[in-house]
């Protein structure tokens, strides 16, 4: 199967009340209790901020980090959701599921199936390619058409101009620690059914918990913070 057509096709997630007064917790407990989930992970018409015309964002991941300078000018609508998602955490704790030497390194399938359920159907408007994907270049992956975007980016590993035609438009650039990103471990190779990775049915359905018990050599995004 060509590469071309092979993106294509690849690129398309309580406590019981009481009428006890719970004890309250200590300042120690309150200062190490994890912080709430950001609404907007579950409603995606609440993260609609638009974009600075240049922004950073540092991705620390189990391979190390490396930033991403994001060009709002390259493609805005691309710009304005990655902004918005990178704010809310949806990054965090985040699989890079799908490494293919050579060619990229694709992440954005959420841990929680919830949430990945509730921003499958969120796409971004067209944006038009300003830019090549060439290597080191951040692009959204998408199904069929440039209109079907949602949340899964990918990092160019090589000049993939080849991708330009069919409308995939770079948003940003891989500016500090690229040597993180080849490091990410790509042994699993391209998804099921065509190769050994995860299949993204089966990751839609059962998130980290499905990567994580059987892919366990997968890196991860720990962490996706706007430094800038």
């Known amino acids: 199967m060509k590469l071309s057509t092979m993106i294509r096709a690849g690129l398309l997630i ?15 407990e309150e200062s190490a209790a994890p912080a709430a989930p950001n609404p907007a992970l579950l409603d995606p018409s609440l993260a609609t901020a638009t974009a600075p015309d240049v922004y950073r964002v540092k991705m620390e991941t189990t391979a190390g980090q490396f930033v991403i300078e994001v060009h709002r000018d390259w493609a805005p609508q691309g710009a304005d959701r990655f902004f918005n998602l990178v704010s809310i955490g949806y990054y965090n704790d985040v699989a890079f599921y799908r490494v293919i030497k050579g ?37 959204f992956a998408m199904g069929g058409s440039p209109d079907t975007r949602t949340t899964q980016i990918f990092i160019n590993y090589a000049d ?5 035609a069919s409308g995939f438009a770079p948003f940003g650039e891989v500016v500090e620690g690229f040597e993180t990103v080849t490091d990410l471990y790509n ?42």
């Open 103 to 139: 060619f990229m390194a694709q992440t954005g399938m959420h841990g929680d199936p919830a949430v990945t359920e509730k921003w499958a159907t969120a796409r971004i408007p067209p944006d038009k390619v300003k830019q090549s994907n060439t290597k080191g270049r951040v692009t």
């Open 160 to 164: 993939n101009s080849f991708l330009d």
């Open 14 to 28: 309580l406590l019981c009340a009481t009428l006890l007064t719970a004890p309250r917790a200590s300042s120690a």
């Open 187 to 228: 042994g699993y190779g391209e998804g099921q059914p065509q190769g050994k990775g995860p299949s993204q049915a089966k990751f839609f359905r059962g998130g980290n918990d499905y990567v994580k018990g059987s892919f366990p050599k997968l890196d991860f995004i720990n962490t996706a913070t706007i430094i800038e």
